[in-house]
């Protein structure tokens, strides 16, 4: 349900960018996010009879411009002020960690998050 959801938020936040599953194709567009799993799972405890859930995802953004990589300002403002995913509360979403990569063969720029997020 969480992944559903993320993918149609970033979508939401930006309609000209493909979103895929694990891995982005060779013959994707440029620029284009790639969502997966990150960690073991679901991490779960309960305060004041609420179930509290927390998941790490890891969100990669790659393209062949440096550009689209490194100015990456306005993603880190939608996670942060995210309240709602769906029909999920997030009570806590937040960038945890980011690593880049270049991929001389193919000229794309990476830039993979590791994001937290914690919702009811």
């Given at each position: 349900m969480l992944e559903?959801?993320?993918?149609?938020?970033?979508?939401?936040?930006?309609?000209?960018t493909p979103v895929y599953s694990f891995y982005i194709p060779e013959d994707a567009p440029s620029p284009a996010f790639c969502?997966?799993?990150?960690?073991?799972?679901?991490?779960?405890?309960?305060?004041?009879g609420n179930e509290i859930k927390t998941r790490s995802i890891k969100l990669t953004l790659s393209s062949t411009e440096v550009k689209d990589?490194?100015?990456d300002g306005q993603l880190h403002k939608y996670i942060k002020e995210m309240h709602l995913l769906g029909s999920l509360n997030i009570l806590n979403a937040r960038i945890i960690n980011f690593?880049?990569?270049?991929?001389?063969?193919?000229?794309?720029?990476?830039?993979?998050?590791?994001?937290?997020?914690?919702y009811r």
């Open positions: 559903s959801n993320f993918i149609a938020f970033l979508k939401s936040k930006y309609p000209d969502f997966e799993n990150a960690g073991m799972g679901v991490a779960t405890h309960y305060q004041d990589i490194f100015d690593t880049d990569d270049f991929h001389l063969e193919q000229k794309i720029f990476e830039r993979t998050y590791t994001i937290s997020i914690k």
